[in-house]
Structures are given as C-alpha cells and as structure tokens.
C-alpha cells in the first residue's frame, strides 16, 4: 500500500483566523522553575472541542457531518484562561483508533526531529506542531499512549494525567475508562506550568518517594539498543532521589494476571468501548479506514459482552495490585520499545505494537499518570523515558524530573 503523503501538522479546513500566526515562543529556556503561559501557542488536537471550529475526529465523514462547537473544550478554556494563545488544530489518526502517527485520508505529518520517520499517534499533528516550533504548548488525549508515544519519537515532554483528573468534557470519546486530555511541549518548565493550569483544583498526591521501579519484566519490552540507552538513567534516578532501585518484576507472583495477559484485558476494553462510542456510526455511514484501523474496529464489533465482562474484572484486579505495587513508588520504563519508526514502513505491525501496549498499557491500567522524558537518542533518533506515579502524583512526577538532570541522566 502506497504511504499516505507526508503533510503539515495543522489541518487545512478551518477559516483563515484559526490558521498558526506568527508569535514569540513561550517557556523556551530549558530551567527549572515555572514559566507563565501567556503569549503560549496552543495547537489543539481535532478530536478536542475549539469554539467555532467543527471537530472532525480525523474522519472526512465525521468532519463534514460536525457542526462548529458551540464552545471551547473544558481542558481548551483552562489553557487559555492560563495566557495560552490558541495556534489551530491540528491532524489526529482515524478516530484516533492507532499510535502509527498516519492517516489514509489526510496523509502523515512530518517529524521535525526526526526526518523521514513517523511522529506516531493519534496525537500526532500535535507532537509534529510542537516539534516543529509551530506551537508551544500541545493539547492532545493519550488513551493507549497517544502523548507518550509522540513525546518518544519527536524528542518532546509528554504528560499523560492522571486519569480524571483533567476535566474531558468537549472531547471525542474513544475508550472513556482510559481516554484523557494529555499535554506536550519541548521544556519540563512549560509543561509544569501548562499542568499546573490543566490540573487545578483537583486531589493530587504529594507522599514522598520511597522507592525507584525499574522491573525487568517491562524493561524485556524494549529493544537493545533502547535499553542500553535509557537504563542506566532510571539506575540513576535511584541515588539521585537517594532512594532504593527496585529491578524485581512489576508482575510477579501475586499480579491478577502475568503481563501479556494485561495487555490483552487492556486492549480488548478498549475495543469494546471503541465500539461502543462510534461502532452505530460505523454501520449507518459504511466509512471507509485505513487497513490496521479497519482491522482494529472488526475486531472490536466481535467483542461479546462475556469477553467484555471477563476483561474488566481483570483489570479492576490490575488497577488495584498496581496502586499497590505503585504506593510510594516511581516506575521508570522505556515510553516506547523503539525510536520512530521509518516513514512508509507498515508500523505498528502486529509485533511491534504488541510489544508499545505492553509498555503503554500500564498507566490506563491504573488510571496513572505517567511523564515522559527526551532523555536519550539512539542511532541519532529521539526515544523517552517514561515516569509512572500513583494516581494523583503527577506533581510529584513534574518535581523529580529534574533529578535526571542534576544527575546527569537528561539527553
């Protein structure tokens, strides 16, 4: 199948005053310490509600069949009562049903990072904006890694919420148990701040970190070059915090079920929620996808509600070995198994992807939120490290990063 083409990350079809304008770049100094988003573009992901703007859920379908919203998106209206100037919106994957970065109707946008080499998805125009210097501040969702995949191929810092804890009102559904607004930028100072003000008001967790979890189990995910680059930062994040290193597996004896298993409950909820938010449209409109997203949504509409019942014990079982195993504990594992993949390539092939849900899987799992890091490159491309917390510890993730830093673990 011939590569759908490489475009640019904002989409083509809304009036000339929601294109990207020129402005100073907000929060460029990479330091600690807050940095005010005023004056901050924000790119928007088109599965996310922007006043005036029709939302188009990277489906010509769905676009033509949108309405303009009759307001912002509850997570649009924080970032922009916070100083955030909107910059446009910005492509997303069908339904943002994948974590590819492609499109089979509007193309695959560019990495700026990484020439010749996918952004990955679904949020990926967001992650190609902000790469790019076009926005400063990404609005995106991460439901099966979304933002942590982005933020891993494009060099960026992504943060994925804790789940419900960013207010998702004004969003397309894709799997409400784990879908939730998610951010991106190119400084840890921006995205604290962009946090601060996405975040506000709601319970957050503030307990110490006692322990570092580097488990062996996820860390066997990744591939050996990914692994020799980014372990021996998460070894250091231990002395930095001057806690102890865990190596021990995250699902050993005693977890509800052993990894692949999880990954499995992960997916096949996922797929039933999928179906259930756009499989009645599916049917009437007869829409035509790209072949992994087709395969994705056939598989979905054979989900039985036994399967369905069966797969959300499981994970009601995960969510809570994982706050245990989580309490008090920084996990630190690869964001993704790979840096990008190459442009044209049939990715995530059925391995591959096999092998990204098995990282990503675990913040939906728990509703955790999860930090990633540009810490590292391999053979010149970017790949991240990803911090996972107890929920409601995203603050505390946003205050240890800079210890890699200060340990001399940050790329």
């Known amino acids: 199948m011939t590569p759908a083409p490489l475009i640019d990350p904002f989409v083509p079809w809304l009036p000339a005053d929601t294109a990207p304008a020129e402005a100073p770049a907000a929060g460029t100094a990479d330091q600690d310490g807050p940095v005010a988003l005023a004056g901050a573009r924000l790119a ?35 970032l922009l009562s916070a100083g955030a100037r909107y910059a446009g919106k910005t492509h997303t994957d069908e339904l943002a049903y994948s974590l590819g970065g492609t499109n089979a109707h509007y193309g695959t946008p560019a990495n700026p990072a990484a020439p010749g080499r996918l952004t ?15 926005a400063d501040v990404g609005l995106g969702t991460d439901t099966a890694g979304s933002i942590r995949v982005p933020a891993s191929y494009c060099g960026l810092y992504g943060l994925r919420p804790t789940h419900a804890r960013a207010d998702r009102r004004g ?14 930028t190119r400084t840890l100072p921006l995205l604290t701040e962009a946090a601060a003000a996405l975040l506000a008001d709601t319970p957050r967790d503030d307990r110490p970190v006692r322990r570092v979890l580097v488990p062996a189990d996820l860390w066997g995910c990744a591939a050996d070059g990914v692994r020799a680059a980014l372990r021996p930062r998460a070894d250091r994040l231990g002395p930095a915090l001057g806690v102890p290193l ?55 509409e054979r989900v039985t509600p036994e399967a369905e019942a069966a797969a959300r014990a499981t994970v009601a079982r995960l969510a809570s070995w994982l706050h245990h195993r989580l309490d ?41 939120p999860a930090l990633t890091l540009p810490v590292a490159r391999v053979g010149g491309l970017p790949v991240g490290l990803c911090l996972l917390g107890a929920p409601g510890a995203d603050e505390c993730l946003l205050r240890t990063a800079p210890a890699l830093r200060r340990s001399g673990s940050a790329g």
């Open 171 to 184: 969003i397309a559904p894709l799997a409400p148990s784990f879908d939730t607004p998610a951010l991106l």
């Open 328 to 368: 008090g504990a920084i996990l630190a594992i690869p964001a993704t198994p790979t840096p990008a993949p190459p442009y044209g390539a049939s990715v995530p092939a059925s391995g591959d992807r096999a092998a990204l849900l098995a990282l990503t899987c675990v913040a939906g799992l728990g509703g955790l």
């Open 44 to 78: 928007v992901k088109d599965v996310i509600d922007v006043q005036g703007a029709p939302t188009g859920s990277g489906h010509p379908l769905l676009l033509a069949a949108a309405a303009p919203a009759p307001a912002h998106a509850a997570a649009v209206a924080r």
């Open 120 to 134: 990955g998805g679904s949020s990926s125009g967001t992650a190609a904006a902000v790469a790019g210097g076009l």
């Open 246 to 300: 865990d190596a021990a597996p995250l699902f050993s004896d005693g977890a509800p079920c052993a990894h692949a298993d999880a990954r499995d409950a992960f997916t096949l909820v996922q797929a039933a929620e999928v179906w259930r938010a756009h499989g009645p449209w599916v049917r009437r409109a007869r829409p035509v996808f790209g072949p992994h997203v087709a395969e994705r949504l056939a598989r979905a």
